[in-house]
């Protein structure tokens, strides 16, 4: 009798002291340490907005060369990747019609015709390329696209040279657009003014710059929420105060990082961000944003991210404008 009780014991004490691991080994894997409210400091400089598309290299100058004339070929004077300037004789005729001329500068690509041949008006006997003269095609969003003008900078990088940067201007922007996956997107060309090192073919990386401001105040995108049609920042306390209140403010332009304040804020307060509450389980902080208070919380929903809030907010501080930049 004495031994059953015994085991009954052993084993209650052994289910026990497993379960009481088991959870306190649960809890240290993951402790919780307390939240930390990050602040950032208003600003004063210049704000940029630059929207981004990838594309890749082509030539602005490429052009098929045609007969204009029914005539057999006397002597064909050029050969296939020489180089031609504008103007000069490539074709002449047994019959003394005028030979056919380069209609650009560049290389001659392709040639179709030989001595002997006998060619129609029309008939496309060569085909010149020019590889100085270059630019880049990028593929911008549907949201972005109605802030992008010919005439606009844009910074390009390549693949190929991704520590080296090649200026250019938008050229040209399409008037329809593709759509993959129920997103449009619209081809932007851009002109590189010294495209050096660039080769047809290679990929690129455009950012395009709408708009760009001097000496105004900004903060983090994560810093500025909405309630209804009220933009609102939380100001740290000064002079000793404690806590933070909440500071109506205006907005103008904005980018992925960081939000024009028109009014409400002066240089050098402070305003909080959403808190990080940090597992030492793996070591990763987790941006929370501030619940119950409505619209941009927190970084993802307002960090430029989500397509659908990219762009500028309402400078009458009644919520955002889409189809801004980073």
Do not use: C
């Amino acid at each position: 009798m004495k031994k059953w009780i015994i085991s009954i014991i052993i084993v209650v004490l052994l289910i026990g002291g497993g379960t009481w691991y088991y959870f306190s080994n649960k809890q240290n894997q993951n402790p919780v340490l307390a939240d930390t409210n990050p602040i950032a400091t208003v600003q004063k400089g210049k704000l940029q907005v630059k929207i981004s598309g990838s594309g890749s290299v082509e030539s602005a100058s490429t052009e098929d060369v045609k007969a204009s004339t029914n005539s057999v070929i006397d002597e064909v004077l050029v050969s296939a990747n020489e180089a031609v300037t504008k103007g000069q004789n490539l074709v002449t005729f047994t019959d003394g019609s005028d030979p056919i001329t380069a209609p650009i500068k560049g290389t001659v690509t392709s040639l179709t015709v030989e001595s002997g041949d006998r060619v129609n008006s029309g008939t496309v006997v060569a085909h010149i390329t020019n590889y100085k003269d270059l630019q880049t095609t990028v593929k911008i969003d549907e949201l972005d696209i109605p802030k992008i003008k010919k005439g606009q900078k844009a910074e390009v990088t390549a693949s190929a040279f991704p520590n080296t940067t090649f200026s250019g201007k938008v050229k040209d922007i399409a008037q329809e657009g593709d759509v993959s996956n129920g997103v449009s997107t619209f081809d932007v060309t851009i002109h590189l003014s010294s495209p050096k090192y660039l080769k047809v073919g290679m990929t690129t990386e455009a950012k395009i710059l709408t708009a760009s401001k001097d000496n105004v105040l900004y903060v983090p995108v994560e810093a500025v929420h909405t309630n209804g049609n009220q933009i609102f920042v939380l100001v740290k306390g000064s002079n000793g105060q404690q806590g933070v209140t909440s500071q109506v403010v205006k907005t103008g332009i904005n980018n992925d990082s960081y939000v024009e304040i028109t009014s409400g804020l002066q240089e050098g307060e402070q305003v909080q961000l959403p808190a990080i509450a940090k597992s030492s389980s793996n070591g990763v902080s987790n941006m929370r944003g501030f619940g119950g208070m409505g619209g941009f919380g927190g970084m993802g929903e307002m960090g430029g991210m989500n397509r659908v809030n990219r762009g500028n907010w309402g400078n009458n501080g009644g919520g955002m404008k889409t189809g801004g930049g980073n």
